[in-house]
């Protein structure tokens, strides 16, 4: 293959050719993924009316727009395919920084390929049953199949990386059809829902489930070299894409409340079935396991291609991880590093094939990891403002240092939610061997920076 004239800088790194409306997309397709068949459920459970239902999403969608503006101030004012391992080298230095870009490809980022990848395959096996080993068969497939996809390159795989995140869109948006039909067809209310009252008491618990929901918009900014508009370009992608996220959010819970109550919605098991059951029959189940398919199968790709580029990064800044860190002009993607990181997540796959459990456990272990480092990437745009006055910046957040703290506090919250999650995964015996593995990957990443450290030879570049 050729080298696509204007694409790649002359020593191998990025150079600026994404569009906004590419970023926009990654952005949506790391975003929604099949969670948002499931949590509607946990967010009515402790919201308890169709009012603090709303509130609860419209107010995630807020939280998530201020996180975005701290994001496109360090993304321009930083650029780099490393994104938050760049802000926190630059603000804490370069071990926090390693242990960051480690965790991401030991646990956080590998893991979530394989749980999606596992997500794809108990939907898939419903369809054609490949028997008790179905789900790794198809998660462990799905997971190849798109970093295969992803070795074509960026210029050749674009065009279907757009149709996928649309097919995506489009199944979504299909859960709110199925509401818009109810009220056409002029479908009673499944109940009365109840007066608005204060707060619920459960309602900071809703925002949890809520904020996860939102989680994963903040990783285009490894993109944040590539983006051809590299002054307004990430701002522009990353406020469209929560504004995109937000709205389709809100629409799926509306059709959710719509059709089955708060209390229905707030009882089931499995939302979005129940209500495709009632609009469209017979054909609900087919229509749901593509809508969820196509969701997880963008976010699979999505998340490769924001991955491998933190991984890029941090092989970059360090002679001794040279044989990673090599950037493919051609195809436009760190070639080697996105086959490394997705050889940790197949390798995952064939562990959570054996030890399912211990697999899901492994994932959620690694949340209080995923908001800390969220917490000082927000906090970083402080550190910076002080250290770096003068670094030109030309996107700010408004409002400063009002915004940036309220970002901060509400990762803080996450942290101390998971925190709690974590104790109580830790009463199960069984989930104890992902909980080992997440502390022995900190405990390696931690010796492996000290290490990095003193054997360093040179700079970073």
């Known amino acids: 293959m050729s080298e696509p004239a204007g694409i790649a800088s002359r020593d191998g790194q990025p150079a600026r050719h994404v569009s906004v409306a590419y970023l926009v997309m ?25 009012f603090w239902l709303m509130a609860a999403w419209i107010g995630g969608g807020l939280i998530s727009l201020i996180g ?3 994001y496109a101030e360090l993304a321009t004012a930083f650029p780099s395919a490393g994104g938050d391992y760049h802000f926190l080298k630059t603000a804490y230095g370069r071990g926090t920084a390693f242990l960051f870009a480690w965790t991401r490809f030991a646990v956080i980022n590998t893991g979530a390929l394989a749980l999606l990848g596992f997500v794809l395959g108990v939907y898939a096996n419903n369809v054609v049953n490949l028997g008790p080993s179905g789900p790794a068969i198809y998660a462990f497939g799905a997971v190849a199949l798109m970093t295969l996809w992803n070795l074509k390159g960026m210029y050749a795989a674009e065009k279907v990386d757009y149709a996928l995140t649309g097919l995506e869109v489009v199944g979504v948006a299909v859960i709110v059809a199925a509401g818009l039909l109810l009220v056409v067809t002029a479908a009673p209310p499944a109940t009365i829902d109840p007066a608005i009252a204060a707060p619920p008491p459960d309602f900071f618990q809703a925002m949890v489930f809520v904020l996860v929901a ?14 051809k508009d590299g002054r307004r ?16 959010y809100v629409g799926v819970n509306w059709a959710l409340w719509r059709g089955l109550g708060i209390e229905g919605l707030a009882a089931s098991g499995a939302p979005a079935a129940e209500l495709m059951a009632h609009a469209f029959g017979p054909y609900a189940s087919l229509i749901l396991a593509i809508a969820v398919a196509l969701a997880t199968l963008t976010s699979i790709n999505s998340t490769i291609v924001v991955g491998s580029r933190t991984t890029y990064a941090a092989a970059h800044d360090w002679p001794q991880l040279a044989a990673i860190a090599r950037w493919d002009k051609a195809r436009g993607i760190p070639l080697r ?23 899901e456990a492994l994932v959620n272990f690694t949340a209080p990891v995923f908001w800390g480092f969220m917490f000082l990437s927000g906090f970083a745009l402080i550190v910076l403002r002080i250290r770096l006055p003068d670094a030109p910046r030309p996107v700010r957040v408004p409002l400063y240092p009002v915004l940036p703290l309220l970002f901060c506090a509400a990762s803080a919250a996450m942290v101390w939610s998971s925190i709690g999650f974590v104790a109580y995964l830790w009463s199960d015996p069984e989930n104890r061997i992902g909980a080992y ?16 450290v003193f054997t360093s030879r040179r700079r970073p570049q």
Do not use: H
């Open 26 to 50: 990654v952005a949506v397709a790391l975003v929604i993924g099949a969670g948002i068949f499931k949590s509607p459920a946990d967010v009515a459970a402790n919201t308890g009316s169709f």
């Open 68 to 70: 975005a503006l701290c």
């Open 214 to 227: 939102f989680g994963g918009w903040s990783e285009i900014a490894t993109m944040s070299a590539e983006v």
């Open 233 to 248: 370009g990430m701002l522009k992608a990353l406020v469209a894409a929560i504004l995109v996220i937000t709205a389709l």
């Open 337 to 359: 590093a996105l086959l490394a990181q997705s050889l940790v997540a197949l390798s995952l796959i064939i562990w959570g094939s054996i030890t399912r459990n211990g697999f």
């Open 437 to 452: 593995y997440n502390l022995a990957a900190v405990v390696a990443g931690c010796v492996g920076a000290a290490v990095l």
